[in-house]
């Protein structure tokens, strides 16, 4: 059996912000090759987590290891061989769109253009505008081209499709795919459940700056739990399910039901599952909430 190559190794990594919660503890790994999904409500630590694994901030204590280099020592190479999109991207309003990818290529010391071109054709970014007349979204595809078009052996990503339409939120997972399947290693953080769940082969979550569980997303988003969305004798109704689907439409016998949507449960609602008392993780059915409109 080979043995396995990481392309992230935290040990015992932790940073506090004075009074203020940091992340605490964190082992994790995510092997070369994997779509690794790093899952948490806001404020949960991801950015931390990130921002201490590229050693753009200094941690308390533990060790951060990526592509097998230590992130403090070695972060000026490191940083030419990932890709990083920060979940806010800022960039100088008055360059063009053309010259900050540029200038992105130019601090590598490498000639993307071939790749920037492809980019932009897939993501329709368009290169002559100045940043500042920039929509939220369009300045999100300027980050995914100044993070793949040096093509890295590992993406870290911030809540990527934030700002982005569902259109081009489907394209950049197509890149991501297509990278992957080249040999880049993807390290995606995000609280949408639906994306770790859709692109990524493993998962872990955090919550309050520690690590809750870390498992195959099958097995951690393994559940029987559905969000129900209706519009019932004309009155709108929302609650959480948990069991036979076809028991429930058995019971809408005799009702009118103008609307529905049935949809994944919440991550917070996820998250209660692995948040039992007794503090056991068991993956499978969340607990059963509901509430009506």
Do not use: W
């Not at 753009?56 to 020592?73: N, P, Q, T, Y």
């Not at 008392?277 to 909430?289: F, L, N």
């Amino acid at each position: 059996m080979r043995e396995k190559n990481y392309a992230i190794e935290l040990r015992g990594l932790t940073k506090t912000y004075g009074r203020r919660r940091g992340i605490e503890d964190l082992n994790l790994r995510v092997e070369e090759g994997d779509i690794f999904g790093y899952l948490g409500p806001n404020g949960a630590g991801k950015s931390t987590t990130i921002r201490s694994l590229l050693g753009l901030i200094g941690f308390d204590a533990g060790e951060a290891r990526v592509l097998g280099l230590d992130a403090k020592s070695a972060r000026a190479k490191l940083l030419r061989e990932i890709g990083y999109m920060p979940s806010e991207a800022m960039f100088y309003p008055d360059m063009k769109v053309k010259e900050v990818i540029r200038f992105a290529a130019d601090m590598r010391g490498m000639d993307c253009g071939r790749e920037a071109d492809m980019l932009c054709e897939r993501l329709g970014v368009e290169r002559e505008k100045r940043i500042e007349e920039l929509s939220l979204g369009n300045r999100k595809k300027v980050s995914i081209v100044c993070a793949m078009q040096h093509a890295p052996r590992l993406f870290v990503f911030d809540e990527p499709t934030s700002g982005l339409d569902p259109l081009m939120q489907a394209e950049f997972f197509r890149l991501v795919l297509e990278y992957n399947a080249r040999g880049t290693t993807c390290f995606l953080s995000s609280h949408v459940l639906s994306e770790i769940k859709k692109y990524c082969r493993n998962a872990a979550m955090i919550r309050d700056g520690k690590l809750v569980c870390t498992d195959t997303v099958e097995h951690l988003t393994k559940t029987s739990t559905k969000r129900i969305r209706m519009v019932k004798d004309g009155r709108e109704e929302e609650f959480v399910y948990k069991g036979d689907l076809n028991e429930l439409f058995a019971g809408f016998a005799g009702h009118d039901i103008s609307d529905i949507v049935i949809e994944e449960p919440g991550i917070e609602e996820i998250f209660l599952h692995y948040y039992e008392k007794d503090g056991e993780q068991k993956p499978g059915d969340v607990p059963e909430t509901g509430r009506r409109l």
